[in-house]
């Protein structure tokens, strides 16, 4: 409505030609002219802004049908929706234009093409590599054993990359449309965060990325729903050994503030870094630094899932540091239990 669009520029669209051009076929087609749906763009200050415009014709005359709801034209001398004068015995056709501001609509219309391409593309990559390797095995390209368990290897590597592609996907939707269901129990974090080593083990090893292993030991609880730490913590060590060229290092923390109440969870690599100009949108859905380009490829959802079981679901705060050229430093801080 336009009461709950204070910013909505009335003048401006009332006056602007494509508007004006509208109402007067309208008008020209008189009261059978029925109801006219169109979308219109105004740009307002930089921004464009998009409205559903639903034009109606209307006259002075009660509707026979209903014999109800009288419309009387806008007044005011320069109001392009004033009616021209009548003719004597005609009824003037007025309009009534009902603005719709669906700028938002489209918008999220829009993200949800850009989430549809960008994913596909990677969902598409780990695909084609597992059809290929599949293919040579069919084929009996593979020789030896060593040869074919080399096949198996990549075979399962893009199988588990997809897997967890699906799962942030589904994660996030599930975060944002509120259906998540949150299972927070009081807990130390370390044996969530060796699970996700873990996973990560074999992709740190193939890049001769050495892993390094700092956790306290659980004598502290924090309150968390284990599978979505875990999904977190994966991200971040997903993404330093993606973005840590070979025989860089890769460090997992967590550190007890017990003054404050809170334990941190870190990782920290010797990766190429985050830009200062990146740092504030990197935990933005899509976002990617363009700079990383080279190094590695990604759909831009890891960090913005973060942000969602960081803060979202935990009430917690994100951390994150980094030089070019040094590494970078991305961890969460939870509330410790009382
Ligand atoms: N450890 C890291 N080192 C360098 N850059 C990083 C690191 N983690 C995240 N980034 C940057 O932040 C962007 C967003 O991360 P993310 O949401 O996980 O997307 P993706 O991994 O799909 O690229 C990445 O594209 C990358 O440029
Ligand atoms: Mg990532």
Known sequence: SLAAAPRTP???????PKMIELIRQMRQAGARGGRRVVEHQVRSGGAVRTYQVTLSAVTDRPDPATSAGVATPVPGAADPLRPPAAAPGDDPPGVVAVLHDVTHEREVGQLKNDFVSSVSHELRTPLASIKAYVELLVD????????KREFYEVIQNEANRLGRLIDN????????????????????????????????????????????????????????????VYQAVLNLLSNAVKYTPEGGRVTVETVVDEARRKVVTRVTDTGVGIAPKDLPFIFDKFYRAEANNRIASGPGLGLSLV?????????GRLLVESRVGEGSSVGFELDLCA
Do not use: C
Not at 10 to 16: A, G, N, P, Y
Not at 181 to 189: A, H, I, N, S, W
Not at 307 to 315: A, G, L, P, S, Y
């Open 10 to 16: 009335v003048r401006q669209l009332l006056h602007d």
């Open 140 to 147: 009996g390209e593979a020789q030896d054993e060593a040869t």
């Open 307 to 315: 942000k969602h079981i960081v803060e979202t679901v935990h009430r």
């Open 169 to 228: 996907i589904l994660s996030i939707s599930r975060i944002e449309s509120g259906l998540a269901t949150v299972d927070r129990k009081p807990q130390g974090l370390d044996a969530i965060i060796r699970d996700a080593l873990e996973v990560i083990g074999p992709q740190a090893a193939r890049k001769q990325i050495t892993v390094v292993e700092r956790l306290t030991p659980a004598g502290y609880r924090a309150s968390a729903d284990r599978d979505m």
